[in-house]
């Protein structure tokens, strides 16, 4: 009996990219204690609830741009899009429109921006670190085009519903924003380690001679990769109106660091073929955490972003160094 429990934890820790998950894990738990010392109200049920719905935005994108790392790519108009998508669908609700209507048109925009980002890389063949910084800056062009380059009037009483929908109402006694990116994570974890279009994910990252080869479809996995990424960020710019009640133009601002965070500290490998969803949970927990428990400590917003952005490199630096070795120095003869 003893064995096999030992040879259960050996398979579970044998997944690949479990072993920086259980780590980051340890890490958010020691967070947590630490934080919680430091002001009990930290484990407050009021900021533990109002913690969980500041996080799922983030963690919302994390799961976009996962998928678009395990790939060995980036999205650099994960934020552009997310404010787009709050401008546009703002700016039709207060123009009269039916708030679901104007929830539809804004997602199949947003996805019309991930197959064009798809196509530009597999496609066309450009960096994914130029092409998504066009598409960032055509997005914000149009987050600022739409309501004339002004923020929008609130989006009135007619969308009470679709603000509580997306933010303010609760079920089962939790924020909706919560089961929101409960449900994407469940249903983009299944696609991404239950499916072929998971496993093409995957061998693209790892080694796409290799993938091509084997007969994967390099260019419809890319832009699969990046219309998830495009919707995810769309979901969280409907958030993010009905957060405010209007559509802001700068909405989505650093959302592109906060979803690489989330995704390199759970242990998504930047140099693709290795990430694991539950991985960027704990990711975007951490960030969250640390956001909130540095808030509690009155610590100002700038060396919050510093703490941030030191975590951010050393994450990258340490899977470098493990991905590819330790650079050695050459002895001296």
Known sequence: MEKEKQSALKKFLAIRG?????????????????????????????????????????????????????????????????GMSCMISATLMTKGMNPWVAVILTVI???????????????????PFIATLG???????V????????????????????????????TAGIFNPVWIALILFL?????????????????????????K??????????????????????????????????????AGNSYEMYAVAASVIGGVSTLGGQGLLIGTVIGA?????LQNGLQFAGAPVVIRNIVIGIIVVVSVLLDVIIRTGAPRKKKVK
Not at 203 to 210: E, F, L, T
């Open 213 to 250: 080869l084997s007969g994967v479809n390099v260019v419809a996995t890319t832009v699969k990769v990046y219309v998830v990424s495009a919707f995810c960020s769309c979901i969280a710019g409907l958030i993010t109106c009905a957060t405010a009640g209007m559509g802001t133009m700068d």
């Open 285 to 289: 927990a951490i960030w969250g955490v």
């Open 135 to 141: 598409t960032m800056t055509v997005a914000r062009g």
């Open 18 to 82: 479990m072993g920086q998950v259980v780590t980051v894990t340890v890490g958010l738990i020691v967070l947590c204690i630490v934080f919680g010392i430091m002001n009990p109200n930290f484990f407050s049920s009021r900021n533990i609830g109002n913690l969980l719905r500041q996080i799922a935005p983030i963690l919302i994108v994390g799961i976009g741009q996962s998928y678009v790392l395990i790939t060995g790519n980036i999205d650099l108009s994960i934020g552009s899009v997310l």
């Open 109 to 127: 925009i947003c996805i019309l921006t991930g197959v064009l980002n798809g196509l530009l890389v597999a496609q066309c063949k450009l960096p």
């Open 187 to 211: 249903v983009f974890n299944f696609l991404l380690s239950r499916t072929r279009t998971g496993r093409h994910t995957y061998a693209i990252g790892s080694n796409i001679d290799a993938a």
């Open 143 to 170: 987050a600022q085009f739409v309501n004339g380059n002004y923020n929008t009037d609130a989006i009135g009483e007619e969308a009470e519903f679709f603000r509580d929908v997306f933010y303010y109402g609760k």
